[in-house]
């Protein structure tokens, strides 16, 4: 049987590649739900705070509790981007879960996201990076197409991107890896599936298979995710700031350039 130690090597092997070829690895962290303050919000931006790991808290804005901009503004690292509206399933019958889109025209949909990008300006001005992060990941190409109409510069979703401009003047970031299990009750996914899906995004990366601008992206989950899932995100954290190949990028540093910067739309 495999031990957790093997999984760790197997991952410090391919960061040593980066190192040896003279690249830095570079990561970024997003979690996804926040509100409002609570002990789970205060344990990951402890955490974030611990390892001086920069995160970006997908806010939905509709139910914001105003006393969330005062927490977030005790930690420098924290930078805040847009998810969503109210977070509430529009699908129409057979699809998946989905606000932005399903059985709603686009207007209405761009009504609540210039809405929402209000709020979140208002709150928490200059942390506030123009980025929207789609509930459930999932968002109809006709909203995504119309989303610099209202101000907003970005998108992350979920998984490797198909191109880093999906729209002129879009850049679209992703996230990676989940370490939540949601079909076995928001457990874990497992030592060896996480570290294997940051293997293969990486490797990829390295070797020009897939786009090595766009950061490995670790997606967190402060109110949903098991005691497990928290051990892993310690440990792997504790792990990558003790490799000198690897680098941390913040969201303002990803995206905030992307507002000048149509021309590189593809």
């Known amino acids: 049987?495999?031990?957790?130690?093997?999984?760790?090597?197997?991952?410090?092997?391919?960061?040593?590649?980066?190192?040896?070829?003279?690249?830095?690895?570079?990561?970024?962290?997003?979690?996804?739900?926040?509100?409002?303050?609570?002990?789970?919000?205060?344990?990951?931006?402890?955490?974030?705070?611990?390892?001086?790991?920069?995160l970006a808290l997908a806010v939905i804005p509709a139910p914001l509790d105003s006393r969330l901009a005062n927490e977030v503004d005790q930690f420098s690292r924290t930078s805040v981007l847009q998810h969503g509206f109210d977070h509430r399933s529009h699908a129409r019958p057979g699809q998946r879960k989905l606000e932005l889109g399903g059985n709603r025209d686009i207007d209405t949909i761009l009504d609540e996201l210039h809405q929402g990008y209000q709020i979140l300006q208002s709150q928490f001005t200059d942390r506030f990076v123009a980025v929207l992060?789609?509930?459930?990941?999932?968002?109809?190409?006709?909203?995504?197409?119309?989303?610099?109409?209202?101000?907003?510069?970005?998108?992350?979703?979920?998984?490797?991107?198909?191109?880093?401009?999906?729209?002129?003047?879009?850049?679209?970031?992703?996230?990676?890896?989940?370490?939540?299990?949601?079909?076995?009750?928001?457990?874990?996914?497992?030592?060896?599936?996480?570290?294997?899906?940051?293997?293969?995004?990486?490797?990829?990366?390295?070797?020009g298979y897939r786009d090595r601008d766009e950061p490995t992206g670790i997606l967190s989950h402060h109110l949903a995710q098991s005691e497990p899932v928290w051990y892993f995100l310690d440990s792997l954290f504790d792990f990558l700031g003790k490799h000198s190949a690897v680098s941390?990028?913040?969201?303002?540093?990803?995206?905030?350039p992307a507002a000048s910067d149509s021309s590189s739309a593809e």
């Open 1 to 54: 049987m495999n031990s957790p130690q093997q999984a760790w090597d197997w991952l410090a092997l391919e960061l040593d590649r980066w190192g040896d070829s003279g690249q830095s690895a570079s990561f970024w962290w997003r979690d996804d739900d926040a509100t409002e303050p609570s002990a789970e919000l205060d344990r990951l931006l402890n955490l974030s705070m611990r390892y001086d790991l920069p």
């Open 133 to 207: 992060v789609p509930p459930w990941n999932r968002i109809d190409a006709n909203v995504m197409t119309r989303l610099t109409d209202i101000g907003l510069t970005g998108l992350s979703t979920m998984r490797v991107r198909r191109s880093a401009f999906p729209a002129p003047g879009l850049l679209q970031v992703n996230t990676h890896l989940d370490p939540v299990n949601w079909r076995q009750q928001r457990g874990f996914i497992g030592l060896y599936p996480a570290i294997a899906i940051l293997i293969q995004h990486l490797r990829a990366r390295r070797i």
């Open 248 to 256: 941390w990028v913040d969201a303002g540093s990803i995206w905030k």
